[in-house]
């Protein structure tokens, strides 16, 4: 038992209990409160984990008061503007950036695997037209189990690396296929002499024997968010693939998964409602009538894009994304009614005490949509560019629980409000 313990009672018999505390490395301890149930005979609730932890991980800490994201102990800001996304990826899946050498092996064997099984072609044309990518995408990576289908030994180092690598570079062939099939345009293949995310950007916009111009600053602009998206602690999309991982699921059940979870417009489909928001309010004088109904309880309306569950100051990621949105704009010379529009919320919402009191700022998606637009991305692409930067985080957190000593399924309790037992009538 920890030697640091909180005590509760319970004035109901003046009964009281001691539960551990357990310290992080850097952020808030824990009460362990496994054994509360059979102490207490008493469940506890927290709707939605607003103050509970699900779980012990190295790979991602978040201090949402002072707006910090690490990848294994690195500042985010770091790795988005020295680093690429591949090495990234790297760090979350093998604990520690790669070195030049290490780098140069990993890229290397990502763009070997970056073909998918021609078998895949079948399913997507089964597609109708105008299928929205996300759902192409999903059904794509649960196809891949199918053709990989021995089951994991994930204490087998080469088997899960072989497993981690599939995974990370078979995602964005199928992205950038979901995309062109959703569109009725013919597939580009991924070229073994590009870089990947070069690699996605071509696949997305060339055509059969034809060159596409790609600017150096769309490619570094796109691997930045790919890099910003890469893990986030226990999100919502990270909690459906741990969930998976707890049954011992096939990771690429586990990823079809997260990619569900992440569709959701409150979650990675909020980048795509931002854009739309923004377009549906059109121009900057009609700002003010959009904040008031943000504000207003009776309205369900949000603002997309503004507020987060842990960061109650600025979203690191979004600081970062700020200064890529307005280069990218200058570069390619883009001004647009959206941009002003964006930038008119911003200010009002930073110095609308509606939005302090509530640690409302813009948060990833904010600014990553406008990016994407001006990337060219079309707007129902924005969460699969979300899966494709998170794959790497998913699977590092599939792994750190997989490899646990033990695994305990999830399997949450309830407040059950339901009727008591009914005597039927025969
Ligand atoms: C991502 O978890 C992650 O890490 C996710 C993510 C990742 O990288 O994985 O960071 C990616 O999902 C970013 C968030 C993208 N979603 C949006 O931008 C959608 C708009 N935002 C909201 O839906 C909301 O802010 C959430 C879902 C992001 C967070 O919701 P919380 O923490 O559960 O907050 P809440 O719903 O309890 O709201 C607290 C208060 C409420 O007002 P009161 O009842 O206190 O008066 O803030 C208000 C809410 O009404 N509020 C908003 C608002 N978000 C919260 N009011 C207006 N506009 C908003 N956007």
């Given at each position: 038992m920890s030697k640091d313990i909180i005590t509760i009672t319970n004035?109901?018999?003046n009964k009281s209990y001691e539960f551990p505390i357990l310290d992080a490395s850097v952020g808030p301890s824990v009460v362990d409160i496994s054994t509360f149930y059979k102490e207490t005979g008493m469940f506890t609730y927290d709707e939605g984990y607003t103050?509970?932890?699900?779980c012990q991980s190295k790979i991602t800490y978040i201090d949402g008061g002072a707006g910090k994201l690490m990848y294994r102990g690195y500042d985010i800001a770091y790795l988005a503007k020295e680093k690429t996304f591949l090495d990234t990826a790297y760090l979350l899946l093998h604990d520690d950036l790669p070195s030049a050498e290490q780098l140069k092996a990993y890229e290397g064997e990502i763009t070997k695997r970056s073909f998918v099984n021609e078998g895949i072609k079948k399913l997507f044309d089964s597609f109708p037209d105008q299928a929205h990518p996300m759902a192409i995408l999903s059904a794509g990576v649960s196809a891949l189990s199918t053709f990989y289908?021995?089951?994991?030994?994930?204490?087998d180092k080469d088997e899960y690396q072989e497993m981690s690598n599939r995974i990370v570079a078979k995602i964005p062939t199928l992205a950038a296929f979901s995309y062109r099939y959703s569109n009725g345009l013919p597939i580009i293949y991924p070229d073994m002499n590009k870089g990947f995310t070069e690699n996605f950007l071509n696949m997305l916009r060339a055509y059969p024997h034809s060159y596409v111009d790609l600017k150096p600053i769309e490619i570094k602009a796109l691997d930045t968010i790919f890099t910003l998206h890469a893990d986030h602690e226990q999100n919502a999309s990270t909690t459906a693939v741990r969930n998976l991982a707890s049954t011992m699921a096939h990771p690429y059940a586990a990823i079809a998964a997260g990619i569900g979870a992440l569709w959701g417009r409150s979650h990675g489909g909020a980048n795509e409602s931002v854009i739309r928001q923004l377009e549906m309010i059109?121009?900057?004088?009609r700002v003010d009538e959009f904040i008031a109904k943000a504000k207003?309880?009776?309205?369900?309306f949000r603002l997309m894009g503004f507020g987060h569950r842990v960061y109650k100051n600025f979203d690191p990621r979004a600081t970062v994304l700020k200064e890529i949105r307005n280069e990218l704009m200058t570069e390619l010379g883009i001004s647009s009614e959206l941009v002003a529009v964006a930038e008119k919320i911003e200010k009002i919402a930073l110095s609308d005490e509606y939005f302090i009191k509530r640690g409302l700022y813009p948060n990833i998606d904010f600014y990553s949509g406008l990016i994407l637009q001006a990337l060219?991305?079309?707007?129902?692409m924005f969460a699969v560019i979300f899966v494709i930067g998170r794959t790497p985080g998913w699977i590092a957190q599939w792994s750190e629980l997989s490899k646990q000593k033990t695994v305990k399924i999830a399997r949450p309790r309830q407040l059950y409000t339901g009727p008591t037992e009914r005597t039927p009538e025969y």
């Open positions: 004035n109901r018999d103050s509970t932890a699900s289908f021995d089951h994991l030994e994930i204490d059109g121009t900057v004088d207003d309880k009776n309205d369900s060219k991305i079309p707007k129902e």
